[in-house]
């Protein structure tokens, strides 16, 4: 495991942690949280029939001794879940109603973390990427002040570390959309031991050209120094401007980033979605995630293509997300 999940696991561990699976059925959740329990990470909580999921795991060989599982067709707490969702979503839903989406595994997973009887939930393995995000953004929400969630890639290569986003969730973000990415990715930067040195791409330079697409860039740099106001952050800067010294020296000489910015913030989702995948093919990079960020508790999402190291993984990431 790479130091930076060492980091990671060495901070969970003991600290009592809980994470929902909502997709126990699932061969690769099921050996993942199998290994976690054992290894005394956190506790995983499997979603699903119980039976079932004590046959699957009987069938691979995987320990449940320090696993809870819980059925929603069958879970002693129910009558108190419907009534606090139903709180939730303001009176939007009726009893019958509630009843009824609480038996998806991944509303009802997403009820345990929002009645803080988990801390934290990573699904994904079976289901798309609105399946897991949607019960999150209508049960848990995003936090005051930021008004959409977003996903970021950790890249990782030896003793290279870099923040990418927003690579996951906004299409076309905003300047406002683009100032929060880049406050909440600084954030993120911080639970991997990255101090945050952030960089607005765009395929300008301070200035060296000139259209809708860079001026949205520069509006969000300064909203984002009034968010946070210590951040070392600036743009826009094409990437080289921003991650090689002699370029920025040439293009940018009075910025406090000279070639050293280690998060990266891209102007659409098509730009950072690209990015994240040619760095990863071409530069060997192994990325990590998306991990999303900008939600009151950690929810995240997995590829449906994950393996069970994958799960392990973002089950780190996410107990890590949640001691802050």
């Not at 709180?87 to 009820?111: P, S």
């Amino acid at each position: 495991m790479s130091d930076l999940f060492s980091v990671l696991k060495e901070k969970v561990t003991g600290q009592n942690m809980k994470i929902v699976f909502p997709e126990g059925l699932d061969d690769r959740i099921l050996k993942a949280a199998g290994r976690l329990a054992e290894d005394g990470i956190l506790t995983p909580i499997l979603i699903g029939n119980i039976e079932r999921i004590q046959e699957l795991a009987k069938d691979l060989d995987v320990s449940l001794e320090k696993v809870e599982i819980y059925d929603p067709n069958n879970f002693a707490m129910m009558d108190q879940l419907v009534a606090s969702f139903i709180e939730r979503r303001k009176g939007k839903v009726t009893d019958e109603d509630a009843r009824r989406i609480l038996l998806d595994e991944n509303y009802f997973g997403t009820m345990l973390v929002y009645s803080n009887q988990a801390d934290g939930l990573v699904s994904g393995a079976a289901h798309s990427t609105a399946d897991t995000v949607r019960p999150a953004l209508q049960i848990i929400k995003t936090k005051e002040g930021v008004r959409k969630t977003s996903g970021v890639f950790i890249m990782v290569r030896e003793d290279e570390k870099y923040v990418f986003a927003d690579c996951a969730i906004n299409i076309s973000p905003d300047s406002q959309d683009l100032a929060e990415i880049a406050v909440e990715s600084a954030r993120t930067a911080r639970m991997f031991d990255i101090e945050p040195r952030v960089a607005m791409l765009s395929f300008s330079t301070k200035g060296s050209a000139v259209s809708p697409e860079t001026e949205k860039v520069s509006r969000a740099l300064e909203d984002a120094k009034l968010r946070d106001p210590l951040l070392v952050i600036d743009g826009e800067f094409q990437f080289d401007a921003a991650f090689v010294p002699s370029v920025a020296e040439k293009k940018a000489p009075n910025s406090p980033l000279q070639g050293d910015a280690n998060v990266f913030i891209f102007p659409s989702l098509e730009a950072g979605n690209i990015g994240y995948k040619i760095a990863q093919r071409l530069g060997n990079f192994e990325a990590v995630g998306p991990i999303l960020q900008g939600l009151n508790r950690p929810v995240n999402d997995l590829s449906r293509g994950c393996s069970e190291e994958d799960v392990y993984k973002l089950a780190l990431i996410t107990a890590g997300q949640a001691i802050g």
